[in-house]
């Protein structure tokens, strides 16, 4: 069976040429009049702006501390087309894979789109991500000062994806270690008018969130339906925000003029991909290889064709191992959020991301490969685990820079769902991503305790997490010593201890537990990850009953007293924690770039015994960030 070819999410174009070895390219782009530098300039600027102010009408309105707190979400426009425009920077792995779903709903529903419609979806095979991750899609259909006469169409899409910490399924937090198949996982919504015609569907949402789930065997419906649909309300907010502002350029410059600056946009971005892949091909060659693998060997390969003259590239993932039996298969649309990522974060310009980045790249997936799973394959980890070892490959073979952590570090907490004799109990989900390091590149060193790649999420700040859930952060600061040494070292990861108030199932979703983040052009290896379970003993667990005597100094047999345990709990597990147990999560660092001569080594172990590890001494001050810090700045400047 061939590879399944996978246009990016652009408008069709003409017919690609042919190379010698019978691969395809995209072709160049004909000439276009040339823009207005200021005005390109200025649309670039506004079509962001529009995504900004969505983003912070969401964060303002939601009240989740995934949503407000750790700003786990992304907005952005789209054109008629359904071809991302712009963006702010929020979630990479979000923004790629938007535009799949706007389009698979342009072509689902047709002409059945109206007027005061918004639409819902979070299924993988309708460009969804994972399901936790909920996207809402709003048509911007012409005012009637913009349209007289005619059939009235979507002139725009402003859409929003939040990730809502539970959706259903078999555990709280809906990121399931366990999960084999996507029903595992929590409500699949293909597509769904929330809003129809002006009126909310509240009945709709909720057959769709909370009986639906709870139909499969040990799975149940939405834990917290209330602050679901209160985020959701948010997410529709914020896309009539996004509206407004459009109706709003259009009416400053006319529609003929935000959409011919909408095209420049995109060609400009375009462009600026084909010029990197011409400059990487006569610097590097026209083919370039890369490979790395998941914690459970599978691998993910990719080779890259470029076509000098076009600066057009076919992105071949042949090699990549089959659909796996657990969570790590990725849609076909986060495999395009992570190349448009990479495909961005090379270029030197400051341009907007957009569907141009990817018109120059064909890219290429095996069918019934962990990268083009089937219709229920589980991929809830897919979208956060395997989409940075996907970023990993990709920058690996680009030879861009060493890896980062190639991680999310998953931790989810809560309580509720089925109990053992199949009655639904209310209860509610926490889930967080924690941070590591970054890889370091030829001029620059790694970051330490940062979000990287396609995450870009904070960690809720502990005052939040102690107040709203019964827990305590015991431990959060960084991990000395588990960065990649080298010309250029690598970021160090974070140590995370949280401990439970009373008992709960707590699941941890990670990777690099197995494979050390990689170091480039002789740079070290960073130290992989681990999770550990501080327990207490517990009559209920047979802790004490097992404590067989000991043997004391003089002989004698004495009573054994049952001991706390810390216990390696591995990459991917969930774990009913009691009162008093600890979670220590230890997250990788980021890989180092050059080999260290003699004279840098001792250099080193110079700058490790004084506690200068990472670029930061003795003298190092602490600053405050996060939401609070961010509304006590608020506050002192008014």
Known sequence: MGDAKHSPPSSSGPSSPTKPNGTSSPPAPAPAPAPDPILLTLFANRFMSVAEAMG???????????????????????????????????????????????????????????????????????????LPDITIITPVFPADTEQTSGPRRPLFFTASRGHHADVGGILPGSMPPTSTTIFDEGAEIISFKIVSQGTFNQKELHRYMLDEPARWEGSSGCRNIRDVESDLKAQIAANHKGVQLIHQLIGEYGLETVHEYMMHIRRNAEMSVRGLLKRVAGERGTRLHGKDYLDDGSPIELTVEIDPETGSAVFDFAGTGPEVRN?????????????????????????????????????????????????????????????????????????????????????????????????????????????????????????????????????????????????????????????????????????REIEFLKEMQVSILSERRVHRPYGSNGGGAAACGINLWKKQPRAEDMDHTHAAPEMSETGELVPAHAEPRTINIGGKATVRMGRGDRILIMTPGGGAWGALDPAQKEEKREEIEHGKVGGKGPHWVWEPRGSLAERAAEQASF
Request: one cysteine or more; a neutral charge; aromatic letters at 6%.
């Open 327 to 495: 969570n790590m298969n990725a849609p076909i649309s986060v495999v395009h959020s992570a190349v448009i990522y990479c495909m961005r974060a090379m270029l030197d310009s400051e341009i907007p991301l957009n569907a141009g980045c990817l018109v120059p790249v064909e890219i290429k997936i095996p069918p019934e490969s962990l990268l083009h799973p089937s219709n229920t394959a589980a991929v809830c980890a897919g979208n956060v685990l395997t989409s940075q070892r996907i970023v990993d490959v990709v920058l690996k073979t680009f030879d861009a820079c060493a890896a980062s952590q190639g991680d999310t570090n998953n931790l989810t907490f809560g309580e509720g769902g089925k109990t053992k004799d199949g009655k639904a109990k209310v209860g509610w989900g926490y889930y967080e991503t924690i941070a590591g390091g970054s890889g370091a590149t030829a001029t620059v060193p790694g970051t330490s305790g940062v979000h990287t790649h396609m995450t870009n999420t904070r960690i809720g700040d502990v005052e939040i997490l102690e107040r709203r859930y019964p827990v305590l952060v015991r431990q959060f600061g960084i991990r000395q010593g588990s960065a990649g040494e080298g010309k250029m070292r690598g970021g160090d990861g974070v140590v």
């Open 56 to 130: 912070r009408s969401l964060q303002k309105t939601a009240i989740s501390t995934n949503i407000k707190e750790r700003l786990d979400f992304s907005c952005a426009v789209f054109a008629p087309d359904g071809d991302l425009v712009a963006n702010a920077p929020f979630i990479p792995v979000h923004l790629g894979s938007m535009s799949f779903a706007v389009k698979y709903q342009m072509r689902l529903l047709g002409d059945n789109l109206n007027e005061g419609d918004v639409l819902m979806t979070n299924s993988p095979r309708a460009g969804g991500s994972h």
